[in-house]
Nanobody, 122 residues
Framework: QVQLVESGGGLVQAGGSLRLSCTASGRTLSTYTMGWFRQTPGKEREVVATISRSGITTSYTDSVKGRVTISRDNAKNTAYLQMNSLKPEDTAVYYC???????????????WGQGTQVTVSS
């Protein structure tokens, strides 16, 4: 089992930048697909970005494309989310996710961090 701890959230003005980090312990991160999700009160958690185990393949939700970069350093057991040109609508709790394939015929297994608050003021 892997434990995830996010950091780097905070309050920033619109147009500013933040870099979120997700550090894993318990298992090596290189065996997990990583992702960043966000959630606001009353809404479902939504995916922001994902990155493959090797770091070669990334994906982004449309609303953050061109402003956000997901990356990982498997040697440091850490994933990152660099967010630039932040907007008030980016305000949310951001969660780190680690996903590993399950046994054949079973669902993948997800692990979550505790979340870090990002607040963007206008």
């Amino acid at each position: 089992q892997v434990q995830l701890v996010e950091s780097g959230g905070g309050l920033v003005q619109a147009g500013g930048s933040l870099r979120l980090s997700c550090t894993a312990s318990g298992r090596t991160l290189s065996t997990y697909t990583m992702g960043w999700f966000r959630q606001t009160p009353g809404k479902e958690r939504e995916v922001v970005a994902t990155i493959s185990r090797s770091g070669i393949t990334t994906s982004y939700t449309d609303s953050v494309k061109g402003r956000v970069t997901i990356s990982r350093d498997n040697a440091k057991n850490t994933a990152y989310l660099q967010m630039n040109s932040l907007k008030p609508e980016d305000t949310a709790v951001y969660y780190c996710n680690a996903r590993i394939r399950g046994l054949p015929g079973t669902q993948p297994v997800d692990y979550w961090g505790q979340g870090t608050q990002v607040t963007v003021s206008s």
